[in-house]
């Protein structure tokens, strides 16, 4: 059990407000037994000075906002950044846990005295578009002092395991909150902006960015016309100029987490329209297991976390070119239903957020009694680093 004399200061390149994903379905089960404040990457402004926001969230984490002067050089920002964590760390109780979603924050959280340090990696994020060239070599850092690794999938946990060397990592793909989504399975009002578009609607949720396959998009958009292609989520690192257009592609953009079962729910298809690139070598899609809970068939390109284990055991259809995923949609929309949607309920009987974080919270639990008995290095866990000089 927690106490509220338990603190966690997450280090995120996410936004809390950006989309509600994996942090959020952690943090926040987190927060209902101890104090979580969530450090996002800065914003950078036309200002004189840097300073921080505070935000509380509903699901009870404090969210900690950087803004910083869009003049200033690297190192003298992560400086600034380093005050502010002074800061955040002045209200909370003492030696929080690190939490990192990226490596980047070891510059200037190096000297927090820390019960334990964990590193939840989501995704390979050396390989991602305009990724910093100092990335790799900080998470070569964090690797060394974290005491427990989580990976957000099964080939990303494998990938670490060969290139890392730590001891102590493991896969916790994304989960599902099953219930949220169970309820696309029945009639919903209809969205105002989903009302008017025909059937058969193919459904895509989800960020928008270098990881879309947008020449499927205009490949299948133009080959079926019939279908309409219905596209919800905000747009990452890619201009709208780049989009595919057509009368059969509806960009709706972002909605909010709680409004999602409504569109799915008018769906008669769901796609996971993954390019294969460098980005996408080791992703888990966190909407694989949510299309299921929602009732709808799965299309997918073959992500290797999408082949297994959803195509290998019948819960989505595998298809890349764009003739495949022609066929791969009409197979879906002439399938069963009830056989489909028992098939997924066998699944997703055993995955909630409330069991993944249990099961998580209890490896962190191990790694603080782990440190406990080692006392100067539950206190300084990057004195070893500091003292090789390898901390920028």
Known sequence: MGSPDESLLCLSHLRWKFVYQRPQHLLGRCARERTVVFFEE?????????RLALMDTPEG?????????????REAAEDVQRGMVDRVLAALPPHPVLWY???MPVAFTDHVRA????????????????APPELAERERLLFDCADVVFTGGHSLYEHKIRTSGHENIHAFPSSVDVDHFRCARYELDEP????????????????????????????????????????????????????????NIHWLGPRR????????????????????????????PTKTPEYLAAGKPVVSTSIRDVVTPYGR???AWIADSALEFEHAIDAALASDPATRISQADTFLAGLSWDRTWREMWSHVERAIAARERRPS???QPWAGAAERGEVY
């Open 377 to 379: 290095s539950m206190t």
């Open 313 to 315: 055991d019948g819960l």
């Open 192 to 247: 105002r902006d989903q009302a008017d578009i025909p059937h058969p609607r193919i459904g895509v949720c989800g960020v928008i960015d270098e990881r879309t396959n947008l020449d499927l998009h205009a490949q299948l958009a133009e080959a079926r016309p019939d279908l309409q292609i219905v596209m919800i989520g905000p747009l990452a690192k890619i201009s709208s100029d780049v989009l595919p257009r057509a009368p």
């Open 101 to 103: 979603y990226t490596p």
């Open 42 to 50: 800065p914003i950078f402004e036309p200002i004189d000075d840097g």
């Open 61 to 73: 984490v404090v969210v900690a906002t950087p803004h910083i002067p869009v003049t200033m050089e």
């Open 115 to 130: 019960r334990a340090v964990v590193y939840d990696c989501m995704d390979e994020l050396s390989l991602f578009r305009g």
């Open 257 to 284: 987490y709680e409004q999602l079962p409504a569109y799915l729910a008018g769906w008669d298809v769901a796609m996971l329209p993954f390019a294969h690139n460098e980005a996408t070598r080791f992703i888990s």
